[in-house]
């Protein structure tokens, strides 16, 4: 049975019984200083055990409930559930993971569920430890231990209190948390920013848009990974909610599949697809953008059934998390002159594949959105014109592309920013801008202040420049003058027109904005896939695993790129003069 601890003593013999039939015995007295013990289902599970899921629950009474918290770590990965609500998921077995569960435990019969995965033929392990204060001021812990009960398979209504489980078995215990071999002393999280882990954000109704303080998981396969490396993908969905704070994490991997093939590294792919679990369980994302398909199209339409079972997995497990999903299809495969192959095969593999992501969006009632349709041609273009740079992998100006089709594609299309005046120095009309302090001044110049709402992308992205358009000017030639520097030039007949600043302050605030994601993913990529991590955490760590502690070093530098990004997020007040020659 669970063991029950509070803070006074009981005599030696005392046998407790609460309301609901459960039983307490306190013999031995039990210290104030007792470790919950690791568990498995297997009593040699402290030094290999085999791979795969153990399934745990502990029923109990508690009084009415003040403050609670759960301490919780697993070798390798875990889900916790407190009366069937997921209340968190962990990765790291060398740290306690502490949630508030305050709201969640309720006077009378309670449960704690947990789902724990060994991903590996090493050892298995879990240990928990809840701690209560009741409504009298009392405290109260629950341990793991052999009062916990396991079972090998998953069986409907395990983690409810009222379940029957007397038929699983007893946990084995291998040892108390702090001594046992192989876990030792763990880290324990700082109990004063205790909160769970995964959160479901509230959202709007209507259209699904990012929210302030989402963070926002990018996995899948080369097109997620190459993007990192210019990123105007980022940048573009970035510029987009200049008024928000949005983490972004790209955590793609070239040619990877649902499966986790290409991140299996030297073990098995099964290996991989724990990577990948755990790498997203790391971010604690609030939405994920899964963009997989172009490397298991490759296998054709035998290879549809592993990619949608592998896909379907991969779903259930970003359940956990309780983010937003939405499901992104592959690119069609662009059409360049030879000697580089015809597409069309290829692309009618991509396209089945593509219509079994939307299907199984559609089942599950996920967002959806089609690359293979419409962003890249379907007719031949030249090498000068083209997105890609060999057909499959996109270039800079198709990632620019991209991050506005794809944009558009959730709907978030913004007006076109605009302001009209007039030489007499009046406002006419401004969307998506704001034109403060217009001023006429000598010679028919003008001067104002242009704030836009958000920042404009480059001029390769056509129709997304501000256009400026000045009524009445004197006939001449006149200048845009900001910063010490001439933007625009054009005739006074073609400001009455309207002029596109493909070149302005706010390109140059984007182009720095995409300079320091950049300069962030790449810090946050040797973070999360560090190139010697065979040494670091793989079978070669009793060699260099002593530099592991180093890897987390990278996270105040991606911290303090990102209160940069913060910044230039945000279009700045731009001073203007409009001048003739």
Not at 19 to 24: K, M, R
Not at 198 to 216: A, H, I, M, S, Y
Not at 303 to 310: N, Q, R, V
Not at 471 to 485: F, R, Y
Request: a neutral charge.
């Amino acid at each position: 049975m669970p063991t029950l601890r509070r803070q006074f003593v009981f005599p030696p013999t005392l046998v407790g019984f609460f309301s609901a039939g459960l039983v307490l015995l306190l013999a031995p007295v039990l210290s104030l200083g007792a470790e919950p013990q690791w568990i498995w289902n297997d009593p040699g599970a402290g030094t290999k055990t085999a791979k795969g899921r153990a399934f745990f629950r502990v029923a109990f009474e508690a009084p009415a409930v003040e403050s609670a918290h759960v301490e919780i770590a697993c070798d390798n990965t875990y889900a916790l559930f407190v009366n069937n609500e997921r209340s968190g998921a962990g990765i790291d077995w060398q740290q306690l993971d502490v949630y508030d569960v305050t709201p969640l435990l309720r006077e009378g019969r309670n449960c704690l569920a947990v789902l724990a995965e060994n991903g590996d033929d090493g050892p298995g392990g879990l240990v928990v430890r809840l701690s209560w204060k009741d409504k009298a001021g009392k405290s109260h812990e629950l341990l793991s231990g052999k009062g916990w009960r396991t079972n090998p398979r998953e069986v409907p209504g395990w983690r409810e209190p009222a379940f029957d489980d007397t038929a699983w078995a007893h946990a084995s215990e291998l040892g108390p948390l702090g001594t046992a071999a192989p876990w030792g002393q763990l880290k324990r999280a700082d109990k004063g920013t205790v909160r769970p882990e995964f959160t479901r954000k509230p959202r709007p109704e209507g259209p699904f848009q990012l929210l302030d303080g989402d963070r926002v998981v990018f996995v899948g396969d080369t097109l997620v990974e190459r993007a990192s490396r210019d990123d105007y993908w980022e940048a573009s969905l970035t510029a987009r909610f200049p008024d928000r704070q949005i983490t972004f994490r790209n955590l793609g991997w070239s040619a990877d599949t649902p499966g986790g093939d290409a991140r299996a590294g030297f073990g098995t792919v099964e290996d991989g697809y724990q990577q990948l679990k755990a790498q997203i369980y790391a971010a604690q994302p609030t939405v994920v953008f899964v963009c997989y398909g172009a490397g298991s199209a490759f296998d054709g339409e035998s290879g549809l059934p592993k990619f949608e079972a592998g896909l379907q997995r991969l779903l259930d497990d970003l359940a956990v998390t309780k983010a937003e999903v939405v499901l992104v299809s592959p690119l069609r495969h662009e059409q360049l002159p030879k000697p580089l192959p015809d597409p069309a095969a290829h692309n009618r593999e991509l396209d089945r594949y593509t219509r079994a992501i939307q299907k199984l969006a559609e089942q599950r009632g996920l967002k959806f959105v089609n690359l293979f349709e419409g962003l890249i041609s379907t007719s031949q273009v030249r090498p000068e014109q083209s997105l890609t740079d060999n057909g499959l992998h996109l270039r800079p100006r198709g990632y620019l592309k991209l991050g506005r089709f794809f944009a558009d594609r959730l709907g978030w299309t913004p007006p076109r920013p605009m302001a009209a005046l007039s030489a007499d120095g009046r406002l006419v009309r401004q969307t998506g801008a704001q034109v403060t302090n217009l001023k006429r001044g000598d010679g028919g110049s003008l001067s104002f202040d242009l704030t836009l709402d958000r920042l404009s992308l480059p001029s390769g992205d056509a129709g997304t420049a501000c256009r400026l358009q000045v009524q009445g000017l004197p006939a001449g030639t006149w200048n845009l003058v900001a910063d010490g520097k001439t933007w625009a030039k054009a005739t006074a007949e073609r400001w009455g027109e309207g002029v596109d600043l493909v070149e302005s302050p706010d390109l140059a605030q984007f182009e720095a904005l995409r300079q320091e994601i950049v300069e962030k993913n790449q810090l946050y990529f040797h973070r999360w896939r560090p190139q010697n991590e065979t040494y670091l955490f793989g079978f070669r760590k009793h060699e260099q695993g002593n530099n592991a502690r180093e890897i987390p070093m990278f996270d105040p530098l991606v911290e303090k790129r990102e209160e940069v990004i913060a910044e230039l997020r945000v279009p700045r007040l731009v001073k203007y003069r409009l001048v003739r020659e």
